[in-house]
């Protein structure tokens, strides 16, 4: 079946640095896209989101680039804090239909 | 505002015994659903409803029930719980589960034995 997936289970990057974390997915009818962050313990939280009729969206910090050609989704964060660690995920929806597919996620550890 | 709230935060079932994980939001989102988190895998959609008195299915339905009576109030029933349900679940509402952000509550972490 149709799935998002991520190319990088763990990612680990210096304070400061930038961090650039991927999604592929398979779905060429899938239209809408969401990043999520998960700390430790709690419930996901929406970083950013982008339609298929986009490129690029950007957010403090964040900037979502999605290439429809290739089918991948990356999520870059400018100079990387150690708040931004934790699991970040990629979900995407269909249309009107109602259920968002998520990915298994990548651990972002930023080192000080 | 509240935001999402569930209850219980964590919960040990034994096999076969039945129990009901509370959802409410006080943000009058349409759209509630519930998802299940199991290590190492994304979030997969259980249930959702798209307003009061309506509901469906998502990608893991089997096993437990749910019900929209009220806009705040989306709780899941689990009929006679197996060591399978084992996993944190988590309840999200929104406007819409496109272009609209979702909140999630905190999660409920269940165990069963």
């Known amino acids: 079946g149709e799935s998002v997936g991520l190319h990088l289970p763990t990612l680990s990057v210096q304070e400061g640095d930038n961090s650039i974390i991927n999604c592929a997915y398979s779905?060429?009818?899938?239209?809408?896209f969401i990043w999520y962050k998960q700390e430790s313990g709690k419930g996901p939280q929406f970083i950013i989101d982008?339609?298929?009729?986009?490129d690029k969206r950007q957010g403090q910090r964040v900037t979502v680039l999605l290439n429809k050609t290739v089918k991948h989704l990356s999520l870059q964060i400018a100079a990387t804090q150690p708040g931004d660690s934790a699991v970040y995920f990629c979900?995407?929806?269909?249309?009107?239909?109602?259920?968002?597919?998520f990915g298994k996620g990548t651990l972002l550890t930023v080192n000080p | 505002n509240a935001g999402v709230t569930q209850t219980p935060k964590f919960q040990v079932l034994k096999t076969g015994q039945s129990m009901t994980l509370q959802c409410a939001q006080d943000m009058n989102h349409e759209y509630m659903s519930w998802y299940r988190q199991d290590p190492g895998m994304g979030l997969r959609l259980i249930h959702y409803s798209v307003g009061a008195g309506i509901t469906d299915q998502g990608e893991v339905p089997n096993g437990y029930n749910v019900s929209r009576s009220t806009t705040e109030d989306f709780p899941l029933r689990l009929l006679s719980a197996a060591p399978s349900q084992t996993s944190v679940y988590f309840c999200?509402?929104?406007?819409?589960?496109?272009?609209?952000?979702?909140?999630f509550g905190p999660g409920t972490r269940l165990t069963v034995t």
């Open positions: 982008i339609r298929s009729n986009m």
């Open positions: 779905n060429s009818a899938s239209d809408y």
């Open positions: 979900a995407e929806n269909i249309g009107s239909n109602y259920k968002l597919t």
């Open positions: 999200a509402s929104s406007y819409s589960p496109v272009g609209y952000e979702q909140y």
